[in-house]
């Protein structure tokens, strides 16, 4: 009986952790490498910093000129990513969605200005550099 107790304990503590490894949450946190595709064609560089709880995301994304922008929030749900940029254009406040798919360390998606698509965007996770062994 003793056993049959402590066993029922056992898996009441733990199913919490089974649940979070059964699920499908793709882990999207780290640094990653954004280009955007001009309508011209053109590319412009800047860097993601995603820190993940869940599916809730908080990114940073820093231009190439070393322009920090505000953190925003967004999710990850199965392999879409979405999250909402605020900036500043002619002293007007604009939202910039960002919507993507997760493939890998990849994610390609749009960017859309107040609700009309604009600008394709890809990123790449950027790997840690291993240090060699002696």
């Not at 919490?16 to 780290?30: E, K, N, Q, T």
């Not at 910039?96 to 994610?107: P, Y």
């Amino acid at each position: 009986m003793r056993r049959i107790l402590l066993f029922s304990i056992f898996v009441i503590l733990l199913s919490p952790v089974w649940a979070l490894l059964a699920s499908d949450i793709i882990d999207v946190s780290g640094k990653w490498n954004m280009t955007i595709i001009m309508e011209d064609g053109r590319e412009i560089e800047s860097a993601l910093s995603i820190v993940q709880e869940g599916e809730k995301l908080t990114i940073i994304r820093t231009k190439k000129s070393g322009e920090v922008m505000e953190p925003c929030e967004g999710t990850i749900k199965g392999d879409n990513i979405t999250w909402v940029e605020i900036a500043i254009m002619n002293e007007t406040e604009i939202e910039i969605l960002h919507r993507g798919k997760v493939k890998g360390d990849q994610i390609e998606g749009e960017i859309e200005l107040q609700g009309s698509p604009y600008y394709d965007f890809r990123a790449e996770r950027i790997k840690p550099k291993s240090i060699p062994v002696p």
